[in-house]
């Protein structure tokens, strides 16, 4: 059984950091790829990053882009969102998604197995 977990959101301020983490579990080899979603009140759920299956390709939201970074450790089946130089529009629900996929995806619909999303907040 699949089973994908998020954990690290939590309260911080402008400018600060959080690391994010998704663990999964379940699936029959590590071909599958991560990715990152996030949902603000009153917003659709929206891209935020993908990791490949080995972790060789990546993508980000042009929000994030030089602010969030995605890795990739197979051996702990786990998945790191380095978030830095974090704003108020940051503040979400983060959702780690994960599929056998052939491409890095940041479309909601192309991935099968959610985690229960982790609250950010960013606030002074």
């Known amino acids: 059984q699949v089973q994908v977990v998020e954990s690290g959101g939590g309260l911080v301020q402008p400018g600060g950091s959080l690391r994010l983490s998704c663990a999964a579990s379940g699936f029959s080899s590590e071909e599958y790829v991560i990715g990152w979603f996030r949902e603000a009140p009153g917003k659709e759920r929206e891209g935020v990053s993908c990791?490949?299956?080995?972790?060789?390709?990546?993508d980000y939201a042009a929000s994030v882009k030089g602010r969030l970074t995605i890795s990739r450790d197979n051996a702990k089946n786990t998945v790191y969102l380095q978030m830095n130089s974090l704003k108020p529009e940051d503040t979400a629900v983060y959702y780690c998604?994960?599929?056998?996929?052939?491409?890095?995806?940041?479309?909601?619909?192309?991935?099968?197995?959610w985690g229960q999303g982790t609250q950010v907040t960013v606030s002074s």
């Open positions: 990791v490949s299956s080995s972790g060789g390709i990546t």
């Open positions: 998604a994960a599929d056998y996929l052939s491409f890095c995806s940041g479309i909601y619909h192309d991935y099968d197995y």
